[in-house]
């Protein structure tokens, strides 16, 4: 099951406008700087952040899909 998810996934690379999203997020939301760098992909690519972790429920401007 993971092996296949792996095969499937897209890697993305940490890039400027990630690094400055994720920088500002940790600041105004308090975040782990893993938990900030990942709700910034999320924005910087428009993108749904399937997650159980409460911590990004109080990012309301993020499409989040809990599982």
Known sequence: LIEGFIHRAKFL???LA???QAA??????HLTTADAVI????????APLIT?????KKLS????IIS
């Open 13 to 15: 690379d940490v890039n």
């Open 18 to 20: 990630i690094a400055r």
């Open 24 to 29: 500002m997020m940790r600041r105004e939301f």
């Open 39 to 46: 709700a910034a992909t999320a924005m910087v690519y428009d």
């Open 52 to 56: 159980r972790d409460k911590a990004f």
């Open 61 to 64: 401007h993020l499409k989040i």
